[in-house]
């Protein structure tokens, strides 16, 4: 429930309709002290029908005009565009805390869209506002206690009560009765979900497996293309060693034929005594 206060603000005594204590969600769009222009949301912490105060994370100087957009609490009204003008600004005390901005409208009025408002409040330009009224139940309270009600009335007015809260309970009854013979959606989507995640498995699984199996397909078609290739290598060299092994033997059976015929040669020859 929305409560009146006072407050200790520059011009508070000067005040010309009440002030209630209301979040009601705005964005604020003006230029920081920085000549950066600046858009956020946020909300009231009070309201009339003069201006505002709101929570900023944002310095906004005092006099400056920023561009207010309110969204309506009646939810039926479309948001309310109004152009203020910013009159007090309380600083933080640490950087965690944020500022506190107070607005001045341009054109006072019901920018908020209470339907009903206190008794000093007024409509904007072109709109109308409700009259403040007693709610529906107290009016009606009022006049049964004013009425001269016979006893029998009063009997009457208690057998009601009682059936009212006969249809209640059976009421209640009934409805907590469907409720449990419902099926249970949550449980048929959580078993659709596991089978779900159990195909997703499934494939995943078959998936991988492929890859393996190409994978081995692969590297045993290079093995065998490699073996083949160092076979091939092996028997060229198998052959190079041949070819020198028979050379190398040429060789020393020439150089073992050339010895033997110098040590012939240096024999001397012997003649007759």
């Known amino acids: 429930m929305s409560e009146s206060h006072r407050s200790n603000e520059p011009g508070a005594e000067k005040r010309r309709s009440t002030r209630l204590a209301k979040s009601v969600p705005i964005k604020i769009t003006g230029t920081d002290a920085l000549g950066q222009t600046f858009q956020e949301s946020t909300a009231t912490v009070m309201i009339d029908c003069y201006g505002c105060k709101y929570q900023s994370k944002h310095y906004a100087p005092k006099d400056s005009t920023v561009r207010v957009e309110i969204r309506r609490l009646d939810a039926t009204r479309s948001s309310k565009v109004v152009q203020a003008r910013v009159v007090w600004v309380q600083r933080p005390k640490t950087y965690r805390e944020v500022y506190h ?54 009997g009457l007015s208690a057998q009601l009560a009682v059936a009212d809260e006969v249809v209640l309970d059976c009421t209640v009854e009934m409805m907590t009765a469907l409720e449990k013979s419902k099926p249970r959606p949550r449980a048929a989507s959580e078993s659709t979900q596991e089978s779900q995640l159990a195909e997703m498995r499934k494939a995943a699984g078959l998936a991988a497996a492929e890859a393996v199996a190409e994978q081995i397909a692969a590297m045993r078609e290079w093995i065998e293309e490699n073996t083949v290739r160092v076979s091939a290598a092996l028997e060229e060299t198998r052959r190079e060693l041949q070819a020198l092994r028979e050379v190398l033997n040429a060789q020393s059976a020439k150089q073992g034929r050339g010895q033997s015929t110098k040590r012939r040669s240096k024999v001397p020859m012997s003649g007759p005594e």
């Open 101 to 154: 901005v107070a607005l001045a409208f341009e054109v006072p009025g019901n920018v908020w869209g209470i339907p009903w408002p206190p008794s000093d409040w007024f409509a904007c330009a072109g709109e109308e506002v409700a009259v403040a009224e007693p709610p529906v139940e107290e009016s009606v309270a009022a006049v049964i206690a004013s009425s001269p009600l016979t006893e029998t009335g009063r």
